[in-house]
């Protein structure tokens, strides 16, 4: 799971998805679980939509907008089922959560050591997230919110790495958790596919991508 990541500034967002140029929107550099941060969503017809909103789904049956419960993370096999998360994927709110690196937690020395995740090629990152604007019943306001998709990644040669190991699994069924990186030649399939299209991409970003150390 990601619990920390950076957002990219308005000049990189406009550079990967041709989107924000002179925006009046402003969102923080460094976004956490139910702060701020900066998503985009499909629109029909015309360009992606810019939202700036909560980091931690808020589901239409919620009575208020700050859960008891952590929803800033999905696990991709469980968003149809999950009542936090299935009206959203039933609904195609799928959308792009621009990130200019992410940190995850590296226990191979025993103690906590964070790692950066940054693109080989510059960009930005786009990853896969589900959307849903809450509506407060009692004042007419609409909270945009989201959520970040993640995927096991006990297989993967690096972010198999990453997250404290549980000393009663063994390494095979530890549920090693990656985010979903949703490359610009699937951006249509991700936000416009139809669920099974989308669930075609559910997989950690590919290592050619990936560059990552200790902070």
């Not at 959560?97 to 964070?114: D, H, K, Y």
């Not at 940054?118 to 009692?138: I, S, V």
């Not at 993967?156 to 095979?172: G, I, Q």
Request: with cysteine.
């Amino acid at each position: 799971m990601c619990n920390h990541y950076l957002s990219p500034d308005e000049a990189a967002v406009e550079r990967a998805w041709h989107i924000g140029n002179r925006t009046p929107l402003k969102w923080p550099a460094e976004v956490v679980p139910r702060r701020t941060g900066l998503f985009l969503r499909a629109t029909s017809p015309g360009p992606l939509d810019l939202v700036v909103g909560l980091w931690s789904l808020i589901p239409h049956w919620s009575e208020e907008p700050r859960l008891k419960f952590s929803t800033n993370n999905a696990r991709s096999e469980e968003v149809a089922i999950k009542p936090s998360y299935k009206d959203a994927w039933r609904s195609g709110q799928r959308c792009i959560i621009p990130a200019a690196s992410f940190l995850e937690p590296n226990w191979e020395t025993g103690r906590n050591i964070w790692w950066q995740f940054r693109r080989t090629d510059g960009l930005p990152w786009g990853l896969a997230g589900l959307y849903h604007p809450w509506l407060n019943k009692q004042t007419g306001e609409i909270v945009e919110s989201y959520t970040m998709l993640t995927v096991n990644a006990d297989d993967h040669p690096l972010m198999s790495r990453m997250h404290k190991p549980d000393p009663t699994l063994p390494p095979d069924q530890q549920d090693k958790r990656s985010v979903i990186a949703i490359e610009p030649a699937n951006l249509e399939q991700w936000l416009w596919g139809t669920p099974a299209e989308a669930r075609e991409l559910f997989r950690p970003p590919a290592m050619v991508v990936i560059e990552a150390g200790p902070v």
